[in-house]
């Protein structure tokens, strides 16, 4: 999964630039019952903690609500909690309004959602505590699940890879451009 490796990435950029000591603690959000996506929580992980960053809990869940809660439960752990890689954008929107809940500064927290899902793309146009998404290009899953529906029929490994891109208000015109295609189709 290319998007877990995205947002690790993303991750230990800012321990580098806000935490140069190595005091971050993270959450990262996980699903323990699909190993698929394993790539997802563990590339995180490993980038936050390669960064000198301390990945204080592992979330359980991909809904908003399901993020929500684990952010909470994690903040009263660990006070010092800024950053979240979350499952999904769905996990990750449920961090935000965690954050932002507890009143914590939009400037020392880092969270970023993975697939590029029009809830995680307007709280990042928001400008507060969801820094980006992974996302995944809907013209490119789309060309993948019909090559890995031909090499199955054709007996061919059936195996999926999707890159995923970085989006945050970095560059607003090309988040505007996937915002812009959600609205389009009515999401």
Same mark, same amino acid.
């Given at each position: 999964? =290319?998007?877990?490796?995205?947002?690790?990435?993303?991750?230990?950029? #800012?321990?580098?630039? @806000? #935490?140069?000591?190595?005091? %971050?603690?993270?959450?990262?959000? &996980?699903? %323990?019952?699909?190993?698929? $996506?394993?790539?997802?929580?563990?590339?995180?992980?490993? !980038? +936050?903690?390669?960064?000198?960053?301390? =990945?204080?809990?592992?979330?359980?869940?991909? !809904? +908003?609500?399901?993020?929500?809660?684990?952010?909470? @439960?994690?903040?009263?752990? /660990?006070?010092?909690?800024?950053?979240? =890689?979350?499952?999904?954008?769905? $996990? %990750?929107?449920?961090?935000?309004?965690? $954050? !932002?809940?507890?009143?914590?500064?939009?400037?020392?927290?880092?969270?970023?959602?993975?697939?590029?899902?029009?809830?995680?793309?307007?709280? +990042? !146009? @928001?400008?507060? /505590?969801?820094?980006?998404?992974?996302? +995944?290009?809907?013209?490119?899953? &789309?060309?993948?699940?019909?090559?890995?529906?031909?090499?199955?029929?054709?007996?061919?490994?059936?195996?999926?890879?999707?890159? %995923?891109?970085?989006?945050?208000?970095?560059?607003?015109?090309?988040?505007?451009?996937?915002?812009?295609? $959600?609205?389009?189709?009515?999401?």
């Amino acid at each position: 999964m =290319v998007s877990g490796r995205v947002c690790g990435a993303a991750a230990a950029r #800012f321990i580098r630039e @806000r #935490f140069p000591e190595g005091e %971050a603690q993270a959450l990262v959000g &996980g699903l %323990a019952a699909t190993p698929l $996506f394993a790539p997802r929580w563990l590339e995180p992980t490993q !980038a +936050i903690e390669a960064a000198g960053g301390t =990945v204080v809990a592992i979330g359980e869940g991909a !809904a +908003i609500e399901t993020g929500r809660s684990e952010t909470e @439960r994690a903040l009263r752990s /660990h006070p010092e909690l800024s950053i979240v =890689v979350g499952i999904n954008d769905e $996990f %990750a929107v449920g961090a935000a309004q965690a $954050f !932002a809940a507890a009143g914590e500064d939009p400037a020392r927290s880092f969270i970023c959602g993975q697939d590029g899902a029009p809830e995680g793309l307007r709280e +990042i !146009a @928001r400008g507060r /505590h969801y820094k980006g998404t992974a996302a +995944i290009l809907l013209d490119q899953l &789309g060309a993948a699940i019909v090559d890995m529906a031909i090499n199955a029929i054709e007996g061919r490994p059936a195996t999926i890879s999707i890159s %995923a891109e970085y989006v945050s208000l970095a560059d607003p015109a090309r988040l505007a451009v996937l915002m812009a295609a $959600f609205d389009r189709l009515g999401a």
